[in-house]
C-alpha cells in the first residue's frame, strides 16, 4: 500500500523530501498503530514493546490543537524513559476530506480547527536498551470522523488500537470510540491496549457499517501473558490484548455483545 503518498503531502513543496523519506522508511504495507485522543501523550511508543509486532508508524488523533500544542523537544519522561520530539513537518491531504467535528460526539466544538491539521512528527526515544526514532503523524481530527472517513474508507489496515483515557464525560468527547472495536476485524487489527471504559453506540456501528458495505469480521480476544498488563497508564489499568481474526465468519451482534464484554470485564 502507498498510503503514506497517496493520501498525503507536504503543506512546502521544499519538504515532500521528508514525505518520500517517510514512505522509504516504512515501506508500502507498514504496521500501524492509532491512538484516538492521544493528547500529548506520547507513552503507547513505549508500551507497544509489550506485543509481537512492532508498529512502523503511529497515528495519534486529537480534535483540537487548542490543547495539544506539539513543539519539538521533551515530551515524555518518566525517569527510564525519555521522549523527545525532534522535527516537526506539515502535511495535508491530497485530496479533500469529508471533515466534520459532529457537536453530538464532542463537548467543545468551538475548540476544533476549522479545517484538518496535519503533523509529521519525528520521535526519539532513549532508555536503558538505546536510542530509538519513531515518526508519528498527529491529525488533528475528531476520533470517529478519522475512523469513517480515512481508515475504513481508504481501507487502512491497524497492527495496534489504543484507548487509554479517551476523555468522555469531562474529557471533551460525547461520543466514545469504543465503536471501533466493531471494525477491529475490518482493520486487521492484532494487538489493542485498552481500559475497561465502554461505551458503544450500536446505532453508530450500523450506520458507519452501511455506508461502507461492510461486513465486519468475526474475532477474539485473549490476554497473553502477565506482560499484557499496565497497571497504571494515566489512573488506568490497561490491558493488551491479541486479536485473533476469524476471515470465513461474520461478527453478529451477539458476537460483539461478548466481546464487550470481556474489554469490560478484564
Known amino acids: ?7 498525503l503531502k507536504a503543506v512546502s513543496e521544499q519538504d515532500e523530501n521528508i514525505v518520500d523519506e517517510l514512505q522509504r ?7 500501524i498503530a492509532w491512538y484516538p485522543s492521544a493528547g500529548l501523550d506520547f507513552r503507547d511508543l513505549i508500551e507497544v514493546n509489550r506485543t509481537k509486532i512492532e508498529p512502523d508508524i503511529f497515528f495519534h488523533t486529537d480534535y483540537s490543537s487548542n490543547w495539544v500544542e506539539l513543539k519539538c523537544g521533551l515530551v515524555f519522561n518518566d525517569e527510564r524513559t525519555k521522549v523527545f520530539i525532534d522535527r516537526i513537518t506539515e502535511l495535508k491531504f491530497k485530496k479533500k476530506v469529508n471533515y466534520i467535528v459532529n457537536p453530538n460526539y464532542v463537548d467543545f466544538p468551538d475548540h476544533a480547527n476549522p479545517l484538518p491539521k496535519i503533523y509529521l512528527l519525528d520521535l526519539i526515544v532513549e532508555s536503558g536498551f538505546g536510542e ?8 488533528f481530527m475528531e476520533n470517529i470522523n478519522f475512523l469513517d472517513e480515512i481508515l475504513l474508507k481508504n ?8 484507548k487509554v483515557r479517551e476523555g468522555c464525560g469531562m474529557g471533551g468527547n460525547r461520543k466514545s470510540i469504543s465503536i471501533a472495536y466493531a471494525f477491529l476485524g475490518e482493520l486487521k487489527v492484532k494487538h489493542i ?7 458503544t453506540d450500536k446505532e453508530l456501528i450500523n450506520s458507519i457499517t452501511h455506508k461502507h458495505n461492510l461486513r ?3 474475532f477474539d480476544l485473549r490476554n497473553p501473558s502477565q506482560r499484557g ?3 497504571d497508564w494515566s489512573g488506568y489499568r490497561v490491558k493488551v490484548l ?5 476471515p470465513e465468519a461474520p461478527l453478529s451482534n451477539e458476537d460483539l455483545d461478548i466481546i464487550l464484554i470481556k474489554i469490560r470485564g478484564y
Do not use: W
Open 25 to 31: 522508511q516504512i515501506g508500502h504495507t507498514p504496521n
Open 155 to 162: 481501507k487502512i489496515n491497524l497492527s495496534h488500537f489504543i
Open 229 to 231: 498488563i499496565i497497571s
Open 132 to 139: 530509538i526514532r519513531k515518526p508519528v503523524l498527529y491529525f
Open 216 to 218: 465486519p469480521i468475526k
Open 242 to 246: 491479541d486479536v485473533t481474526l476469524t
Open 193 to 199: 491496549l485498552i481500559d475497561n471504559e465502554e461505551h
Open 1 to 7: 500500500m502507498t498510503m503514506i503518498k497517496s493520501l
